[in-house]
């Protein structure tokens, strides 16, 4: 890629490549026919910018949702605040939120919410402070390696966006331009079930994605599309936090944390390590995982303080309640974000990802929208992806970034025109 060029990283989650065909998506599908292109494998997280970003994994850039705090022993106050039903205390802190919007896992109890330290970067986050995304865990990304000026980050996350994003998109001047279409993930996690509404975005995407090619190529940028993940339908839930508190274990002997695909636990007592531990084990459609078996999968800690167990439902399967659900913040997201309206008739998720890898559903891809790139490898890991993109804009990645480029520029270009050509 010579030094002039630019790229546009057209970020897509959630569009799961065994949705993408000749029906309903003919241009994506023809991009991967007759493009450079390669697999992406992704970590079971559902937070995958800040490492995309970064080129480092939640053990470095430490976004891995909670860990555990140290805390003294309740107050007077705590102890009476302890006699209140959770559900009083958790709406109270729903308020809260409402109030302060950094205050987050308002759903969480608020005597293990106050055991965790929060690592998260949510999506309102990037939207309304894409800054928040220069340096993470104190490793800079891409962004802050090229500046301001040169590279820029957009979150959009309704379709209505995506469309008027057409006429803005590329941007001039900068030579990386990486934007978010956050819209079909967030459509999946509520309407996967409804497979027509999803064709119908799905259809929708693809002529999106044909629309901003031409424009990015009219411009003179290269287009990438990257997608980390897609999505799979889910079956059924897991009731873990009844289980749990029906195992007869004092509460105080554990700390657990719930998210949608995984719930991690720490110990206090040995008496408890064993008893959670066998209980798990016989929990139907999920798998466990040390904190040292979690290498395998990326998610490197070489201690216990993110999480000394996890237990992961498998695909098709979630755990409900989990600890982003409320029934007033589930009513109030239904009522006043059109994406997430079917939260109002059943507040679990109908499609997820982030489990553990190696299923379909946690495999991405990347593909160059030009033909004068080599991919170096069939599969990248998402840790190559920072290191790509410097590489393809002639510049060294930063001594962090310990992936390898996966897409290098073949020589000098010899574009042609449409898929298919
Ligand atoms: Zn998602």
Not at 58 to 80: A, C, E, F, Y
Not at 334 to 346: F, K, S, V
Not at 392 to 415: S, Y
């Amino acid at each position: 890629m010579p030094e002039s060029n630019k790229l546009f990283v057209c970020y897509i989650p959630g569009m799961d490549r065994r949705r993408v065909d000749e029906q309903q998506t003919p241009y994506v599908h023809g991009l991967l026919q007759d493009y450079p292109s390669c697999r992406l494998r992704t970590i079971p997280s559902t937070e995958l910018t800040p490492t995309l970003l970064t080129g480092v994994g939640p053990g470095k850039n430490l976004i891995w949702q909670v860990s555990r705090k140290d805390v003294d022993p309740l107050t007077t106050i705590g102890k009476l605040l302890n006699l209140l039903p959770e559900g009083v205390t958790t709406t109270a802190q729903c308020f809260k939120h409402f109030i302060d919007n950094t205050y987050d896992l308002t759903a969480v109890p608020w005597w293990r919410r106050r055991q965790f330290n929060l690592h998260r970067m949510k999506y309102t986050r990037r939207e309304t402070d894409p800054n928040c995304l220069n340096e993470i865990g104190g490793y800079s990304s891409i962004l802050k390696e090229l500046g301001p000026d040169e590279s820029g980050y957009v979150f959009c996350k309704h379709f209505v966006d995506m469309e008027k994003g057409l006429s803005i998109f590329p941007r001039a001047g900068k030579r990386l331009d990486f934007v978010e279409f956050y819209g079909l993930d967030l459509y999946s996690h509520w309407h996967l079930d409804k497979i027509d509404k999803i064709n119908d975005k799905l259809r929708y995407v693809d002529s999106f994605v044909e629309r901003l090619h031409k424009r990015c190529r009219d411009a003179g940028v290269t287009m990438m599309l990257l997608v980390d993940h897609g999505q799979e339908l889910i079956r059924e839930s897991i009731n873990i936090q009844k289980l749990i508190k029906n195992s007869g274990v004092p509460r105080d002997e554990y700390v657990y944390f719930c998210e949608v695909s995984a719930v991690r636990f720490w110990f206090k007592t040995e008496r408890a390590r064993t008893a959670i531990t066998k209980l798990l084990q016989g929990v139907e459609h999920t798998a466990l995982q040390t904190y040292q078996q979690m290498h395998d999968h990326g998610i490197c800690f070489d201690d216990p303080r993110f999480g000394e167990l996890y237990l992961f439902a498998n695909h098709g399967h979630t755990f409900f309640p989990h600890d982003f659900y409320n029934p007033l913040a589930n009513l109030f997201l239904g009522l006043t974000d059109r994406l997430l309206r079917p939260r109002l008739l059943n507040a679990r998720h109908r499609g997820n990802h982030g489990h553990l890898p190696n299923h379909p559903a946690e495999e991405g891809y990347l593909v160059m929208g030009e033909r004068d790139y080599d991919v170096t490898r069939e599969t990248m890991e998402v840790t190559d992806f920072a290191p790509t993109v410097m590489s393809l804009l002639g510049r060294p990645p930063a001594d962090h970034m310990n992936g390898a480029p996966a897409v290098i520029h073949a020589g000098p270009p010899a574009r042609l025109s449409e898929p298919g050509a």
